[in-house]
């Protein structure tokens, strides 16, 4: 996997978790074994959500949409593809849940979801223990780093928000961010 | 050089009145850039904080079409705080008893951060 963005903070993440080359030809070689299972656990992960109060009603009349979309996403985790594109879509499916007003919680909850969903699948499905190690590895890398692109497009599509209307500078904000909180009396 | 020079202001200030207990000039980015605060006062909770305040009111002002912003007034039960613009960059907050005098508040904190501003050009 070769990284395809000049941000600093994705190339850190990049880095840091260590997504290279391998990576590719690792999806690449599970692939055959794990597209058929996407659609079982994509409706898994919907009746998960369904049976959520919260999650429920931002599903509700419109999960068999939901579900195509989501396979296509996890699909996508499999095409071999991580360049720039595949950023800019993760960084769009934020935007598209901002909009959509469904809060951060939800991304995170399914991305947790497929980090406990997906070695057992992986196990069962691919005969080869050491290919299901590595691509269990991949992937959780993978999800960690949609999770974050996403959760990038959150921060920044709310914190736009706030300092227009504020009419704060994203200096100030990162000020009033950082200032730290005044201690509540009984707090160490 | 030019931080004692504000910091003589900033003292001259709080010296003018004795119902002027603190003041500070913060950049408009919400950094301190120098202060005389009483003990127990937070420079950092306090510079982020009036910066907002200031960015805030001018925003209110330009929306509500009351033209550009001179000035930003908070009143509790023990004083006032009086935040105004020192030049482009900068902000002179003023803490004040409630039994300070307005007029001479206003007088004093203006004629401070004029001269900050003065310096900071």
Not at chain 1, 94 to 123: C, N, Q, W, Y
Request: with cysteine.
């Amino acid at each position: 996997m070769q990284l395809q963005s000049k941000d600093p903070n994705i190339q850190t993440f990049w880095h840091v978790c260590g997504l290279d080359k391998d990576d590719e030809s690792i999806l690449w070689a599970v692939r055959g074994a794990i597209l058929p299972l996407i659609p079982a656990l994509t409706d898994a992960f919907y009746a998960t959500l369904g049976a959520d109060a919260q999650t429920a009603p931002l599903i509700e009349g419109r999960v068999e949409q939901l579900k195509r979309t989501h396979a296509v996403w996890l699909e996508s985790l499999f095409s071999g593809e991580y360049g720039a594109d595949f950023i800019r879509r993760q960084q769009q499916i934020g935007e598209v849940h901002v909009r959509a007003k469904i809060p951060p919680t939800f991304v995170a909850a399914s991305m947790s979801f497929l980090r406990g969903a997906l070695p057992d699948v992986l196990a069962a499905n691919i005969a080869d223990k050491e290919d299901a190690r590595a691509a269990m590895g991949t992937l959780l890398r993978l999800f960690d780093l949609c999770q974050f692109l996403i959760d990038r497009s959150y921060d920044g599509t709310l914190s736009d928000g706030l300092m227009n209307n504020l009419g704060i500078s994203p200096a100030l904000l990162a000020r009033l961010q950082t200032v730290g909180k005044k201690p509540q009396p009984g707090q160490d | 050089m030019r931080e004692d020079q504000i910091k003589t202001i900033l003292t001259d200030l709080n010296g003018g009145s004795a119902d002027i207990e603190a003041s500070a000039l913060i950049s408009t980015d919400g950094l301190i850039i120098s202060s005389a605060l009483t003990p127990g006062m937070d420079e950092d909770r306090i510079s982020a904080m009036v910066a907002a305040m200031l960015s805030l009111g001018e925003r209110t002002a330009a929306e509500l079409a009351r033209g550009s912003l001179e000035q930003v007034m908070i009143s509790g039960a023990q004083g006032h705080v009086l935040i105004i613009h020192a030049g482009s960059d900068a902000v002179l907050c003023t803490i004040a008893s409630k039994q300070i005098k307005l007029g001479l508040l206003f007088i004093d904190a203006s004629r401070a951060a004029k001269a900050a501003t003065a310096i900071l050009k």
